[in-house]
């Protein structure tokens, strides 16, 4: 008797997925949860584990394969199964040498610690997971790379530039690239990049996308958090960093302009009374937008506490559905790269999101002098439909208000 390999429902937003990597072969012996393929969606990766112990019979949809919900990617057969199962069983086939997919494949860990240790080759059956129930992580993947990385070697001592080469040693010759060697990559997008395109495209031609920009003097917020980063690290075991500041401060200019954090639903605007902020974080397989749910109720170390674990499961590829669901305004910090100033895109339905940029000190004239202050600017990206620019501007001033006396955040 056979038992279908079936693409699970994840979400009722996700109704299709892409086949990244099968980790087995037909004719392999299984055991029920053992990991045997991994799909790609527009939101997660994600394991199909085996429904129940056996003998793969049969894979329907190789790697690359677009699929459904409810797609047959394979089925398994009970006990040795199968013809192929026999065959291995009587000794019909060689056993093949065990590889580094191979070995991976029985091994819990997380589609992006797979691609690490074939681009590292690393045998998976060798790293300690330091995961949940010691599933491996891409991290630990790295660090048992590490040691195999070969030393740099020291540099060489140089001449002068202006040193004259030896007579008996000739001029290097510059190796220019012979006619017909100008390549070219043809890769296919990823099923989430492939998305975020797609998104980025439909954000800009539903929406009437109008962006505004201020200028935040961050020398206050600075010094509070100079004051306060080692007993905030202390006593809560996490960096006072920027991100709390932000959002805390976005939440109160929300609830000044409400229509901020609104939805457009036909004609009518959906006003929303909670602060589900999302927070854009960069990783590996392309951007994602975790949630911080019901922000206004969280304190600063809990914000902080919560974002550096979005990070890290976002580039071991495990946040969950749950984590990126929903959201009802988003901040984005392209800073972090060095960008001074940008035109954030709206995350659909979300009406608002808030661009960060880098800090550069800049002279800014204050009282009659000029002074050099650290300067940071913003940019508000906006749904013009629903949300005025008399709002939009005001809503980014209230931001600026906040962040430039932090105090204020305590009594907002």
Same mark, same amino acid.
């Given at each position: 008797m056979s038992t279908n390999i079936v693409v699970p429902e994840v979400g009722e937003s996700i109704v299709d997925a892409r086949v990244a990597k099968w980790l087995v072969k037909e004719g392999d012996t299984v055991s029920a949860g053992d990991p045997l393929v991994e799909l790609e969606?527009?939101?997660? &990766?994600? /394991?199909?584990?085996? #429904?129940?112990?056996?003998?793969? /019979?049969?894979? &329907?949809?190789?790697?690359?394969?677009?699929?459904?919900?409810?797609?047959?990617?394979?089925?398994? $057969? /009970?006990? $040795?199964?199968?013809?192929?199962?026999?065959?291995? !069983?009587?000794?019909?086939?060689p056993a093949e040498p065990a590889r580094t997919a191979d070995t991976g494949g029985r091994t819990r860990a997380t589609p992006t610690a797979r691609k690490a240790a074939e681009q590292h080759a690393v045998d998976l059956q060798s790293v300690k997971g330091s995961g949940d129930a010691g599933r491996v992580m891409r991290r630990d993947v790295e660090q048992a790379a590490a040691p195999a990385k070969e030393a740099p070697k020291p540099a060489a001592a140089t001449a002068s530039p202006f040193a004259k080469a030896p007579a008996d040693k000739p001029a290097p010759v510059i190796q220019r690239r012979a006619p017909g060697e100008r390549t070219e990559e043809r890769v296919r997008m990823s099923k989430r990049r492939a998305t975020i395109a797609r998104r980025l495209v439909e954000a800009q031609s539903t929406a009437a996308m109008l962006t505004t920009f201020n200028e935040m003097d961050m020398s206050a917020m600075q010094a509070l958090r100079s004051r306060h980063k080692a007993s905030f690290k202390e006593r809560h075991g996490v960096s006072l960093g920027?991100? !709390?500041?932000?959002?805390?401060?976005?939440?109160? !200019?929300?609830?000044?302009? #409400?229509?901020?954090?609104?939805?457009?639903?036909?004609? /009518?605007?959906?006003?929303?009374?909670?602060?589900?902020?999302?927070? $854009?974080?960069?990783?590996?397989?392309g951007l994602v937008v975790p949630v911080l749910r019901d922000a206004d109720q969280m304190s600063f170390a809990e914000i902080e506490a919560q974002v550096r674990d979005f990070a890290r499961r976002a580039e071991d590829g495990t946040l969950s559905l749950a984590d990126l669901k929903g959201g009802t305004f988003t901040i984005t910090n392209g800073g972090v790269f060095g960008s001074l100033q940008s035109t954030?895109? *709206?995350? #659909?339905?979300?009406?608002?999101?808030?661009? *960060?940029?880098?800090?550069? &000190?800049?002279?800014? !004239?204050?009282?009659?002098?000029?002074?050099?202050? #650290?300067?940071?600017?913003?940019?508000?990206?906006?749904?013009?439909?629903?949300? &005025?620019?008399?709002?939009?501007?005001?809503?980014?001033v209230k931001v600026k208000e906040l962040i430039e006396d932090p105090g204020a955040l305590l009594i907002d």
């Open positions: 969606t527009d939101k997660i &990766d994600l /394991e199909v584990s085996a #429904p129940q112990s056996g003998v793969v /019979e049969r894979i &329907d949809h190789m790697d690359g394969a677009d699929v459904k919900v409810g797609d047959v990617l394979g089925a398994i $057969a /009970e006990g $040795a199964g199968g013809a192929k199962g026999a065959e291995k !069983a009587a000794g019909a086939e920027m991100t !709390a500041f932000f959002v805390k401060a976005t939440i109160g !200019a929300l609830r000044a302009f #409400p229509r901020i954090n609104a939805e457009i639903q036909g004609d /009518e605007m959906v006003l929303k009374h909670y602060y589900d902020i999302g927070i $854009a974080v960069g990783a590996s397989e954030p895109i *709206l995350n #659909p339905p979300q009406v608002g999101i808030l661009g *960060l940029h880098a800090i550069r &000190d800049r002279p800014v !004239a204050m009282n009659g002098q000029v002074v050099i202050r #650290p300067m940071m600017y913003t940019a508000l990206t906006y749904d013009h439909r629903i949300v &005025d620019g008399s709002e939009a501007v005001r809503f980014l």
